[in-house]
């Protein structure tokens, strides 16, 4: 058979047998459709098995909506209960320019309430952009109710936090800064973080198609714990009148900067701090480099060789180890030689002169000679035991422990024992140098220098932070003699001159410094640093008041540049703190 | 039986059905019942999302006032702080720092001072106690003065 006679032959019996036929269709369906319900399968496992997870989020997602309920940071209050540093609730204002139907009619009716023009919001609410943008932020609640009040639809308001200083921007770096995240990045905002920031809550509930809260859905929340209150040492009025007078001193001798602090020796407790140059914590700007220097705290964190202010400690050391006597006289010679170096007064004087004299001339020949007749290893024990080489413990960031070489730590020459008597080759914070100074203030007991004394929660329960005792460094005995030096510094003048420190009708004790500035190979030819150190009233002293005057242009001196500083804002705190004035006589006696 | 034939039953002997509640009057009862339970179900769920909405209201307008409220005890603070004090006086009262200053010393030591308030205070707490003692039979029975 050919061919074509076979294929005619198979059409026909197919022809001939249509159950046969049939029968093919229906496989052929059959496996369409079984093949249609495999992939089915197939994709309904994807999604129900494979795609599980992805899809139960999404479904949570469009249905539960987690809201983060920030917590409020603590409110830091001075002693007096003034607050520095709070937290204030604004609203802002945004819209999603997508579902805002006519811009320019929105743009208008905002622009009123906002004092904007029409023409900038109608342009931010016609860029066609799903996602929200801000309009305008921290409006006040007179605004917020304005706009509730214009009914418009598509625009939200949203709370906002913001950190406010009703005392405006004082003690600056000591409260520090907090970011837009609510973490505090430096100062008591900083150190006091874990206390001050809270934890924030959560909302998890089901939401209507609008994102609204269902009123009968299911809800799960968690309330924010808000931060707690800090109450501090400083006193506002007491940091008003530093910064005041530091301002005034800087002006005064167009200086680089400064530092005063103001502490109470019996507690340690700091009742102002004070630096410049400074920032505004109104309007910090974190993105300029230029500007991080001034977010640290140089009074805690900058060492400075303290120069004559030093010979206070060095006075002690010898006085307390009965080398030397107030009124004990060695022979000065214009010069003193010691390890290999030769040390020299700034006015040549030569003949005998008494530890009183040595203070109240400052004279860098006498300290050498009471460090080097104390001896090294009972010289920098007191240097130690004064809380020098090591930070002090204040309940600030960044404390710096200064630079302390000895003969058994650093590169140490037997010269250094003559130089570091009057503040030379040793580098001090202001915070080490005035609690060195309120010790001798306080009877010999040194104290823990601290500005945070209480931290509240809201139930009103407090944790507080007493005075806290390091040690005795001295004598009462050589602290009352110290003392009596010190007013003598200020009180009696050698060349006849008044002394710039004195406060009329007080008694003050106090030393002055003008040290030089180390740089690489030696010292500046220039610039010094001015400083004056000292308290009041010496007989019963209510504070220590340390000023540091950096780079003062018209004078070196710390006499002239530091002094008046002292007595200008010990003048104001003995009348805030009602102190009558000391007769002078009784009082010496 | 032939159509059109009818045996009449004598009167006393008519069997009266026995009257039941049937299936239908139990579904009638019981959808009654359902639709009632429903409209009041319905009723309530309403009355209780009407409340949560005004729960949520009330809870924005107390948001809105804490936030004020926030607001104005900073303007407080601001007004209360020693700058402006010291502008307001020196701009506005033409005040300054004083020119002389005079300490009085009076006979009474500021101990002896305390001392007197404390006196006194004791003296307001007691009298303070002896009220909170009194109850009203008492009162009730005390001869007047």
Known sequence: ?589 | MSPGFVRALPIGHRRIPKRSLGISAIFAMGLLLTTLFSLLYLNQASAVASAGYDIKGLEDQKTQLQIRNEQLRLKLGQLQSLERIEKESANRLNMGPPEKLLFVSIEASPEDGSDAHAASRDSIRQETQHKNASNWWEEFWRPSD
């Open chain 1, 1 to 589: 058979m050919s061919e074509t006679g076979r294929n005619e032959a198979s059409k026909n019996g197919r022809r001939g047998n249509p159950i046969e036929e049939q029968r093919w269709r229906l496989y052929t369906l059959m496996a369409i459709v079984l093949a249609c319900i495999l992939i089915l399968v197939a994709k309904l496992f994807y999604l129900q098995v494979v795609q599980h997870e992805h899809f139960l989020s999404m479904a949570r997602e469009e249905h539960w909506r987690e809201t983060t309920v920030p917590a409020k940071r603590g409110t830091i209050w001075d002693s007096k209960g003034h607050r520095l540093a709070t937290n204030v609730t604004y609203e802002s204002l945004y819209a999603v320019p997508s579902q805002i139907d006519d811009p320019g009619k929105t743009a208008r009716s905002l622009s009123a309430v906002l004092n904007e023009p029409a023409e900038k919001i109608a342009s931010l609410l016609s860029s066609h952009q799903n996602s929200p943008v801000l309009i305008k932020g921290l409006l006040d609640s007179q605004q917020a109710q304005e706009i509730r009040n214009l009914h418009l639809g598509n625009v939200y308001l949203e709370p906002q936090f913001k950190r406010a200083y009703p005392e405006g921007s004082i003690a600056s770096q000591l409260i520090g800064l907090v970011g837009r995240d609510n973490v505090g990045l430096s100062g008591l905002e900083s150190e006091y973080d874990e206390d001050l920031a809270g934890k924030p809550g959560s909302i998890f509930a089901e939401r209507d198609t609008g994102g609204d809260e269902i009123a009968l859905g299911s809800r799960q929340s968690r309330p924010p714990v808000d931060g707690l209150d800090v109450v501090l040492t400083i006193d506002r009025y007491v940091q008003h009148v530093v910064e005041r007078e530091l301002d005034a001193a800087i002006r005064a001798h167009n200086a680089d900067g400064g530092t005063i602090i103001v502490l109470e020796p019996t507690t340690g407790a700091v009742l102002a701090l004070a630096n410049r140059p400074t920032f505004d914590l109104n309007d910090p700007d974190l993105f300029q480099p230029s500007r991080v220097p001034l977010y640290r705290n140089p009074a805690i964190s900058d060492v400075w060789e303290p120069g004559s202010v030093f010979k206070i400690v060095t006075m002690a050391a010898g006085l307390d180890t009965n080398t030397v006597t107030p009124d004990f006289a060695f022979d000065n010679k214009g010069y003193f030689t010691y390890g290999g170096g030769t040390v020299r007064n700034v006015t040549t004087r030569i003949g005998p002169e008494t530890m009183t004299q040595v203070l109240q001339r400052s004279s860098n020949i006498g300290a050498a000679f009471v460090s080097t007749s104390v001896g090294a290893e009972k010289f920098y024990q007191y240097v130690k035991s004064f809380g020098f080489g090591q930070p002090t413990g204040i309940d600030l960031p960044g404390e710096s422990p200064g630079i302390l070489r000895t003969p058994t730590q650093g590169p140490w020459y037997p010269f250094d024992l003559a130089t570091n008597s009057f503040g030379q080759g040793i580098s001090v914070t202001p915070i080490q140098m005035i609690t060195a100074v309120a010790a001798v203030a306080n009877g010999g007991l040194l104290m823990k220098p601290y500005v945070v004394s209480q931290v509240i929660d809201k139930q009103g329960k407090v944790r507080r932070y007493d005075p806290t005792i390091i040690r005795q460094v001295i004598s009462p005995n050589t602290a009352s003699a110290l003392a009596e030096m010190l007013v003598a510094v200020v009180e009696q003048a050698e060349d006849g001159q008044p002394k710039q420190a004195k406060v009329p009708g007080y008694l003050v004790a106090g030393k002055t410094g003008t040290a030089e500035i180390p740089v690489a190979g030696g010292y500046k030819e220039t610039d010094t640093v001015a400083s004056f150190v000292g308290f009041a009233p010496a007989e019963r002293p209510r504070f220590v008041v340390l000023v540091k005057i950096n780079s003062p242009k018209d004078t070196p001196w710390g006499e002239q540049a530091a002094a008046p500083v002292f007595r200008q804002v010990a003048q104001q705190l003995l009348l805030y703190y009602r102190i009558p004035p000391s007769g002078t006589q009784s009082a010496r006696r």
